[in-house]
């Protein structure tokens, strides 16, 4: 069974800094990994989207990594900004059964 | 423009009643989805339909039930019989191709008291 880990759980950053933020999967077979943002109190919105055959995506100042072999997946996020506060989840997708399996979420702080 | 509505944002419930999350999208998807999302923990699926008059069961599926009588709807209903019901709903929705991007709507907070 998929387990979707995200550590740290929390994080706190001076503004411009460079941040990553990680996502691990205990099964490599996914379909494709998504990175979302989720404001307090909201739902949540799709930042990047990773096929399984693709290494990476970018976005403006994000740039999402997949490394299937090592089971990992990173969000780069350039230049932080206040307004980048908001938690941050990935979820995989296994197969063509459209479920996606949501890790606990990052969230973070970017202090003025 | 286009989205996905869901209503009330709000609602509070005795325990015992019955009661029904709406969830509206005129994004022309196919799929909808219903998650739960618990302080502090991910999304936990409920339920999804991959076409009108056709879904499955989730993780989490206990103590809940769903129609999918037409294909911009897929309300939810929150039975007596789930024991924890308090929680933050979401709905979703996504064509049914490869990319399956998820498209949520703003949630729905429910309270037992």
């Known amino acids: 069974k998929q387990e979707v880990t995200q550590i740290p759980a929390a994080l706190s950053v001076p503004e411009g800094e460079n941040l990553v933020l990680n996502c691990s999967f205990t099964d490599s077979a996914i379909y494709n990994l998504q990175w979302f943002r989720q404001d307090p109190g909201k739902g949540l919105t799709s930042l990047l989207l990773?096929?399984?055959?693709?290494r990476e995506q970018t976005s403006g100042r994000l740039n999402a990594s997949l490394d299937k072999s090592s089971g990992r997946s990173t969000l780069y996020i350039a230049a932080s900004q206040p307004g980048d506060s908001a938690t941050y989840l990935c979820?995989?997708?296994?197969?063509?059964?459209?479920?996606?399996?949501f890790g606990s979420g990052t969230r973070l702080l970017v202090r003025p | 423009d286009g989205g996905i509505t869901q209503s009330p944002k709000y609602l509070f419930r005795k325990e015992g009643q019955n009661v029904t999350l709406s969830c509206e999208q005129n994004l022309n998807h196919d799929a909808m989805y219903w998650y739960r999302q618990d302080p502090g923990q991910g999304l936990r699926l409920i339920y999804y339909s991959q076409i009108v008059n056709d879904f499955q069961k989730g993780d989490i599926a206990e103590g809940y039930s769903v129609s999918r009588e037409k294909k911009e709807s897929f309300p939810l209903t929150v039975t007596s019989a789930q024991k924890n019901p308090t929680a933050f709903y979401l709905c979703a929705s996504s064509y049914r191709d490869g990319a399956n991007v998820l498209t949520f709507g703003a949630g729905s907070r429910l309270t037992v008291l």
């Open positions: 979820a995989s997708r296994m197969d063509s059964s459209y479920k996606l399996i």
């Open positions: 990773i096929q399984s055959s693709q």
